[in-house]
């Protein structure tokens, strides 16, 4: 007799009832177990266990799948913003029971069938969903990451049925961005038409960016204070004496007051500080 708790965790602790019994759970026991107290009942032909987690358990509430930002981010793909739930929902469905008014629900009719019972997306139905809805630099940092962790080959992609935004960000997109920080970065510096390389090391230091041979840009995260802080004063000091110059900003800057990177990027740029 299959166990009814380990096959629930196995699925992610909430499945459809069907699926269990097909399985080889007994009918009887999940019954049994949800009049205990063992199990619980999200909806009508569901069965979860209590300390399910709470977006696979809203999604089987809903009748809808987990996709767009919201699996990308549960993948470990690197998310700009999330605005609030991201949901897929069937074509066919006329109503949603949304607890959560702030949810995105995404009607298309996705290019990977949907397996009965499945709440969350797949990669190739999310990457398709983001290219759709994100703007492009935050949905080319998601396609980015998921190439990058290789969730996903570039070939693969290439024989799907893509819209105007997919083919664009297809065409962007490369396997090598350890971050969507460096996609970032250099889809806004692209019109410089200088090379622009990411998380290169020069003598034993690792630099965040090298524009052009000698301008180095180091950006600093909310772990750069104490030891980190001094270590980077140090290798700033090292590049410096090795003829580069280094220019460090922060990720706030980066992502919400981009102009003043930018200016510092171009006066930098003016007087020739990127050449040998």
Same mark, same amino acid.
């Not at 990308?72 to 959560?100: F, M, T, Y």
């Not at 702030?102 to 999310?126: F, K, Q, Y």
């Not at 290798?235 to 280094?246: E, T």
């Not at 900003?249 to 740029?269: F, G, P, S």
């Given at each position: 007799?299959?166990?009814?708790?380990?096959?629930?965790?196995?699925?992610?602790?909430?499945?459809?009832?069907?699926?269990?019994?097909?399985?080889?759970?007994?009918?009887?026991?999940?019954?049994?177990?949800?009049?205990?107290?063992?199990?619980?009942?999200?909806?009508?032909?569901?069965?979860?266990?209590?300390?399910?987690?709470?977006?696979?358990?809203?999604?089987?509430?809903?009748?809808?799948?987990?996709?767009?930002?919201?699996?990308?981010?549960?993948?470990?793909?690197?998310?700009?913003?999330?605005?609030?739930?991201?949901?897929?929902?069937?074509?066919?469905?006329?109503?949603?029971?949304?607890?959560?008014?702030?949810?995105?629900?995404?009607?298309?009719?996705?290019?990977?069938?949907?397996?009965?019972?499945?709440?969350?997306?797949?990669?190739?139905?999310? @990457?398709?969903?983001?290219?759709?809805?994100?703007? #492009?630099?935050?949905? @080319?940092?998601?396609?980015?990451?998921?190439?990058?962790?290789?969730?996903?080959?570039?070939?693969?992609?290439?024989?799907?049925?893509?819209?105007?935004?997919?083919?664009?960000?297809?065409?962007?997109?490369?396997?090598?961005?350890?971050?969507?920080?460096?996609?970032?970065?250099?889809?806004?510096?692209?019109?410089?038409?200088?090379?622009?390389?990411?998380?290169?090391?020069?003598?034993?230091?690792?630099?965040?960016? @090298?524009?052009?041979?000698?301008?180095?840009?180091?950006?600093?995260?909310?772990? #750069?204070?104490?030891?980190?802080?001094?270590?980077?004063?140090? #290798?700033?000091?090292?590049?410096?004496?090795?003829?580069? #110059?280094?220019?460090?900003?922060?990720?706030?800057?980066?992502?919400?007051?981009?102009?003043?990177?930018?200016?510092?990027?171009?006066?930098?740029?003016?007087?020739?500080?990127?050449?040998?």
């Amino acid at each position: 007799m299959v166990d009814l708790i380990t096959e629930l965790k196995n699925r992610g602790g909430v499945a459809p009832k069907t699926s269990l019994v097909e399985a080889g759970v007994s009918g009887y026991a999940i019954d049994c177990a949800v009049a205990a107290g063992v199990v619980i009942r999200p909806k009508r032909g569901w069965v979860a266990v209590p300390d399910v987690d709470p977006y696979l358990l809203a999604a089987a509430r809903a009748g809808v799948v987990l996709t767009c930002i919201t699996r990308a981010k549960r993948l470990g793909l690197w998310v700009l913003a999330e605005d609030g739930p991201h949901v897929g929902a069937p074509p066919s469905a006329s109503r949603l029971n949304l607890k959560n008014q702030r949810a995105t629900v995404h009607w298309a009719r996705p290019i990977e069938p949907r397996a009965r019972g499945s709440l969350e997306d797949s990669i190739l139905n999310t @990457l398709l969903i983001v290219a759709d809805c994100q703007p #492009h630099e935050a949905a @080319l940092a998601v396609w980015e990451s998921a190439l990058n962790l290789r969730l996903v080959e570039m070939a693969e992609l290439e024989r799907l049925p893509l819209g105007v935004a997919g083919r664009r960000l297809l065409q962007e997109a490369t396997p090598f961005a350890d971050s969507g920080l460096e996609t970032i970065f250099r889809t806004r510096l692209r019109w410089l038409a200088l090379p622009i390389r990411s998380q290169i090391w020069i003598h034993g230091h690792r630099a965040d960016f @090298l524009i052009g041979v000698r301008q180095v840009v180091q950006v600093d995260g909310g772990h #750069h204070v104490g030891i980190q802080r001094a270590e980077d004063v140090a #290798h700033d000091a090292a590049l410096m004496l090795l003829g580069y #110059h280094v220019i460090r900003v922060t990720y706030v800057q980066v992502i919400k007051r981009w102009h003043e990177v930018q200016d510092l990027v171009m006066r930098a740029v003016a007087q020739g500080l990127h050449r040998a």
